[in-house]
Every structure is written in structure tokens, then in C-alpha cells.
């Protein structure tokens, strides 16, 4: 709209100068070198007009003949350049829809349209990438680290190439110069900060820790635990130096409270220097919030020279801060069976059993029966079900399950990797021989309903296998002829058994043996043989336990025990 007023005002400024002159008529006389020139004012104008507008014309002529070699020179580039980039365009295209060749294609065509331009670049080495040219792509790399617009993704590229390769020294190196030249850069720091873990290179990994958070690459809560961790791992080699572990575990333990390694590796070096409150302060904080089994056993054992009960008495108290937690209740057994308190020993395994039968509680209840009667065929009963039972939790890593917590993953270096937890949860259904975990609950009750001191079964005469009964007979045969102190898995309230469950847990006496029972001779007296009864539930053991009598009947129960068909833990 401007420009169309501008050149109205210019028109309108010639049509009144014109109109100006036409009406003030006048001569106009040149007299040069001999030659007179007489014409009209309007006359000389429209001469000096038309020559203006001539010269105007010949000085373009001459400017677009002088200038053409450069114009088409100009037109060429801008069309290669078009054609360069329609070419980048079709590679992306083709490396995102997989096509090797394509892209590869495109990649030199562009490539020899565009130079070494940086988009050209990028195709080029992804292009490598797709068809599984590494030396390709590490050239397309390298030379993009040699402008400075490329440089950052020179080096990730060459990074990456690195780590696929295996090269780890290489790859450490990269990052390291990723991390100098462009320290704000996500991938850097942390690629080094893995490194240096997986190292062990704990002061450097703190170095890194403490850039990524001044460099906001990482929120503050992560940074205070991983912080933590590295103070853990620190404090664990260098325990040489007491006084310098113990500053490092303490700290760990305040910046992460609910750590429990930094909490157990605390208050156990303090214990260490004889500072008993603050170890056991320390470990009340972490139990709080999270209950574990090194801080049970850093606790009870906070003071070496006090006595058995003194550490019950510990155990007792920890274990009331925590309700009927498992960690809790396995420590006051295991307190209670070193201060020979059978019966407290007894209701916390009850109540153990009552909230989650694992292996641990099963190996206790061996324990506990092999110390308060000496019955060793009911120990390894206890031990059979062990192996059969849930598992506990431990720490567990990329696969990789251990008893002791460590800094790093054994597969991959990761930092803080390990997890309290239950390794395998089994998904498969039950057996008709585990039936006894569903009915922990009702064990536990007779378990704690049991009495305090009870005599050893005496040995008795092998007996024959009895006929099958009908279930509610063998029960009530089984509750009578068992001794109070041995638990019972039957009670009248429980559920009856489905028919599949029955026929998989009834005796079979007709099946053949391949060898006869080994007879167990008394070694003092001649008893009289136990009344036979049929089986609670057949006893499941590993193929090559033959069971107390050699494969053949359960001296107390009556049943014939067969291999088990679970593999063994």
C-alpha cells in the first residue's frame, strides 16, 4: 500500500511539473564550439529525460553482462543445494523406515551435492549405523568433532560407537572430554559418573556427582542418595581408617536415613569404638522405617561382652518397636535359642510361621527342634520344607541375588542397584504336598499351644504301612499318636481337601519297591510298636535323601515316603 501511494505521489509530481512547464513556454539556446542549439524549455526536459532513462537502461545491460558468470554460478549452487537437501530429506526418511540401502544412497548423494555440510554429516553416520558400517560411522563422527557447530555430536557418536565395540577406556575418555568442553551436557556426566562407579573410582564419581548437581542435571533427592551410597562404598574400603569411615558412614546415614547398609555399617563401627547409644540410636532410627536383618543383628550384638540374655532382652525391644514384623520375630528366636528360652523362642516362630513361612523360619523351627528334644528325623523334616518353602528376601541386582548388599551391580556396574526383596515368587500351582503353607496359621497355634519341655520320642520297631483311612479318622489318629511337642498340620476346622489333592497325598501300597526298608534295631529297651496310622501328607524329599528309614515308612506317621518331583534351592 506504500509503495502504490509512493509511485502515485512521483506520477503526480511529474504530471504537475510537466503541466508547470507547458504553460510558462520559453528558449532555450546552446551556443558550444560553433553549434547553436535553440528549442523550448518543455523540449530540453523531455531530451535530458529520455537520455537519463537510456543511460539507466545500458548501465543494467552492463551490469547483468558483467555479473552473469557470478548469477549463474549463484543459480547452480542454489539448485544443488535444493536438490542436497530434497536428498537429506529422503534419507531420513528411508534410515526411519529401516531402509539400509536407501538411505545409504541418499547419504552420497547428498554428500556429493552438499559437501560436508553438518546435516549431511548426520545422515552419513546414520546411515553407517543402519547397515552396520562402525568404521563409517566413527569417520561421519570424526568429522564432525572438527567444527566447532558439531562437535558435541561428534563425540556422542563416537561415544556410542566406543560402548558398542566394547572399548571401554575409550569411552571413558570420550565423556571425559564431552564433559570439559560442554559440561551442561546430560549425557556426558552421566556416562562418566557411570564409569567411574563401575571403577570404583568413588572420589571421582563424587567429583562428577557434585558437577551434575551444580549443573542442575539431576534433582536434589537423587543426588542426596547417591551421595549416600558413594559414602557408604567409601566408609567399606577404607574401614582401615576408623575414624575417617565412621565420619563417612554417619554422614551417609544423614543424608539417606532409611539406607539401612550406611545404618548397619554406622552404628556397627561405633559399636566398634565402644559409642554402644549412638550405634543403637542410629539403628532405631533406620528400623523405624525400614526393618532388615543386619540392623537386628547390629543391634543385638551392639555390646560382644554382655550375656545371652542381655541380648534377648535387646532383641525383645527392638522387636517391640516393630510389631509382628518377620525381621523382628526371627531375632528374638534366634536371641532366645542362644539364651536357651525355648518357650519364647517357640511363640515367636509361631508367630513367624503365623505371618509368612519362608525358609528362614522353617530352618529355625529345625533348630529349635534339634535343641529342645534332639529329634533329628523332625530337624530334617523341618529341613525338607525349607527347601520347599518361599524364599526370603536378600538383595537382588540385575539378576543376581546375594546375602550382602555392594555398591554396584556385579553385571553392570550400576550404582546403587541392589534391592531388598524376594528374589522369585513362584507362580505355579501348589502341590498336594505343600498343602502345609496354606495351613501355617493353624500349625502355629499348636506350635504355640505345645508344651515347654517334652521327652524325645523314643525309637520303636519298623511297622508296616496302614490302609488308607478316611481323613477325618487319620487326623484324629495322627493328633494322638503325634507327642504335644511336635506340631501338627491337621485341625478339625480345616478345610477338606479337594479330590485331585487327596489322591496326589493318599499312600500307595500296592506300587512295588525296589528294595526293602532298612530295619532300625532299638538300642536299649524293646518297645512296643506304634499304633499305625495313615499320613497327614506324604513327605516330599530330594531324589538322593532316602528319608530317616531308607526310603521306607516314617517311623511316627506311618507314611511311605517317596522322591520328591521339586527341584532342590
Not at 508 to 520: D, H, L, V
Request: proline share 8%; with cysteine.
Amino acid at each position: 500500500m506504500v509503495r502504490v501511494l509512493l509511485y502515485l505521489a512521483l506520477v503526480g509530481v511529474f504530471a504537475f511539473a510537466a503541466v508547470w512547464l507547458a504553460d510558462r513556454p520559453g528558449q532555450l539556446v546552446v551556443d558550444w564550439q560553433g553549434y547553436k542549439i535553440e528549442t523550448s524549455v518543455l523540449t530540453a526536459a523531455a531530451f535530458v529525460g529520455a537520455v537519463a532513462c537510456l543511460t539507466v537502461v545500458i548501465w543494467n545491460v552492463m551490469r547483468w553482462i558483467l555479473a552473469g558468470p557470478e548469477a549463474f554460478a549463484l543459480f547452480r549452487r542454489n539448485r544443488r543445494r535444493a536438490k542436497g537437501y530434497d536428498a537429506i530429506a529422503r534419507g531420513v526418511v528411508a534410515v526411519g523406515t529401516g531402509d539400509s540401502r536407501l538411505a545409504s544412497r541418499e547419504a552420497g548423494e547428498a554428500r556429493k551435492l552438499l559437501g560436508k555440510e553438518p546435516l549431511t554429516l548426520v545422515l552419513a553416520a546414520q546411515a553407517a549405523q543402519l547397515s552396520g558400517d562402525g568404521p563409517g560411522a566413527e569417520a561421519a563422527f570424526r568429522a564432525m568433532t572438527e567444527r566447532p557447530e558439531t562437535r558435541a555430536l561428534g563425540l556422542r557418536g563416537l561415544f556410542v560407537e566406543a560402548e558398542r565395540r566394547g572399548d571401554r577406556p575409550a569411552a571413558r575418555a570420550l565423556a571425559e572430554e564431552a564433559m570439559r568442553q560442554t559440561p551442561e551436557t546430560p549425557w556426558a556426566g552421566q556416562a562418566l559418573f557411570d564409569y567411574q562407579c563401575a571403577d570404583h573410582d568413588w572420589t571421582g564419581a563424587l567429583s562428577t556427582l557434585e558437577r551434575l548437581g551444580a549443573n542442575r542435571l539431576i534433582d536434589k533427592a537423587d543426588a542426596r542418595r547417591r551421595r549416600a551410597v558413594l559414602l557408604t562404598a567409601q566408609a567399606m574400603e577404607g574401614e582401615a581408617d576408623a575414624a575417617l569411615a565412621v565420619k563417612r558412614a554417619r554422614e551417609a546415614h544423614s543424608l539417606a536415613p532409611d539406607f539401612t547398609p550406611a545404618a548397619a555399617l554406622a552404628a556397627r563401627l561405633l559399636a566398634e569404638q565402644g559409642d554402644v547409644k549412638k550405634a543403637m540410636k542410629i539403628v532405631e532410627a533406620t528400623w523405624a522405617r525400614s526393618t532388615h536383618p543386619d540392623l537386628a543383628e547390629v543391634y543385638v550384638h551392639v555390646r560382644p561382652g554382655d550375656s545371652a540374655r542381655d541380648k534377648l532382652k535387646r532383641a525383645r525391644a527392638l522387636s517391640e518397636k516393630s510389631g509382628d514384623d518377620p525381621e523382628g520375630l526371627i531375632a528374638v528366636a534366634r536371641a532366645a535359642m542362644a539364651a536357651r528360652e525355648l518357650g519364647d523362642a517357640r511363640v515367636a516362630l509361631a508367630k513367624l510361621m503365623g505371618v509368612r513361612p519362608t525358609a528362614r523360619g522353617c530352618l529355625l523351627m529345625a533348630e529349635l527342634s534339634e535343641i529342645e528334644h534332639d529329634d533329628a528325623g523332625r530337624a530334617r523334616e523341618w529341613l525338607g520344607r525349607a527347601a520347599r518353602a518361599p524364599r526370603d528376601p536378600a538383595w537382588v541386582a540385575d539378576g543376581v541375588s546375594s546375602d550382602k548388599w555392594a555398591p554396584t551391580s556385579p553385571v553392570t556396574g550400576r550404582l546403587d542397584a541392589f534391592v531388598w526383596k524376594i528374589p522369585v515368587e513362584e507362580s505355579r500351582p501348589k502341590l498336594a504336598s505343600e498343602a502345609w503353607l496354606d495351613q501355617a496359621p493353624v500349625e502355629s497355634r499348636a506350635i504355640a499351644a505345645a508344651a515347654p519341655a517334652a521327652p524325645p520320642p523314643a525309637a520303636a520297631k519298623p511297622v508296616a504301612v496302614a490302609a488308607p483311612e478316611p481323613p477325618a479318622a487319620a487326623a484324629h489318629a495322627e493328633n494322638e499318636n503325634l507327642p504335644r511337642a511336635m506340631p501338627t498340620l491337621v485341625d478339625d476346622e480345616a478345610p477338606a481337601k479337594s479330590a485331585t489333592e487327596a489322591k496326589l497325598s493318599a499312600p500307595k501300597p500296592t506300587e512295588p519297591k525296589p528294595s526293602e526298608p532298612a530295619k532300625i534295631e532299638p538300642k536299649k529297651a524293646e518297645l512296643k510298636p506304634a499304633k499305625p496310622t495313615a499320613a497327614v501328607f506324604p513327605l516330599s524329599r530330594p531324589p538322593d535323601d532316602p528319608g530317616p528309614n531308607g526310603g521306607g515308612p516314617d517311623t511316627v506317621t506311618g507314611a511311605q515316603s517317596y522322591p520328591s518331583s521339586r527341584p532342590t534351592y
